[in-house]
C-alpha cells in the first residue's frame, strides 16, 4: 500500500540518520581515545558549543517532520468505497460488511490439525476478510470483551479494539 511505502522510506531515512551519527560519535571517540595531543581551545570554544547544541536539533527536526507527515497520512480519511466493522472476540473476530445489506461472518482460527503444509500458524484462519484491490476501505475496529488488536502488517495498518470505543483506518490495498 502507498502507506506501507511511505513507512518502509521513513525506515530508511531514520536508519540513515542513525548510521551517520553513530559512525560520527564513534570517530570522535576513537580520535580521542588513540590521539595524544589535545587542544585545550576546543574547550573553551562558544562557536563549537553552540554548533553541537543545534545541530542535533536540526536532526531531530529533519526525523520528526517526515514522521508527522506520514502520521497524518494514516488519518486521513477520503470518500471510502465500502465499510467494513470488525468487531474482536475472546477467540475470533466477527466482521460486517455494512454497505451489503449487513453481511455478517465470525472468522476462527484454525487448530494445528486443520493448517495445510505452508500455512501460518495462529494466522490461519476458516472465513477471511475479502477486500478489494486499489479502492479506499473504511474498517471500523471495536472490541466486545477485551483489548484487542487489528492488523495487516503488509498494508502497515495496526488500531487497536478497546471495548466501548469505535476506532477507524482507511486504507487501500
Known amino acids: ?13 531514520a536508519l540513515m540518520a542513525m548510521l551517520l551519527i553513530s559512525s560520527l560519535v564513534l570517530y570522535a571517540l576513537l ?22 547544541t543545534i545541530l542535533p536539533a536540526i536532526i531531530l527536526i529533519l526525523i520528526a517532520l517526515p514522521s508527522l507527515r506520514i502520521l497524518y497520512l494514516t488519518d486521513e480519511i477520503n470518500n471510502p468505497s465500502f465499510t467494513i466493522k470488525s468487531i474482536g472476540h475472546q477467540w475470533y473476530w466477527t466482521y460486517e460488511y455494512t454497505d ?13 490439525l486443520f493448517l495445510n503444509p505452508g500455512d501460518l500458524r495462529l494466522l490461519e484462519v476458516d472465513n477471511r476478510v475479502v477486500l478489494p484491490i486499489e479502492a479506499p476501505v473504511r474498517m471500523m475496529i471495536t472490541s466486545q470483551d477485551v483489548l484487542h488488536s487489528w492488523a495487516i502488517p503488509t498494508l502497515g495498518l495496526k488500531t487497536d479494539a478497546v471495548p466501548g470505543r469505535l476506532n477507524q483506518t482507511v486504507f487501500t490495498a
Open 1 to 13: 500500500s502507498p502507506i506501507m511505502e511511505e513507512l518502509a522510506t521513513f525506515h530508511d531515512h
Open 31 to 52: 580520535s580521542t581515545l588513540t590521539t595524544k595531543l589535545t587542544n585545550t581551545n576546543i574547550t573553551d570554544a562558544q562557536e563549537m558549543e553552540t554548533i553541537w
Open 100 to 112: 451489503y445489506g449487513g453481511l455478517i461472518f465470525n472468522s476462527y482460527m484454525l487448530p494445528p
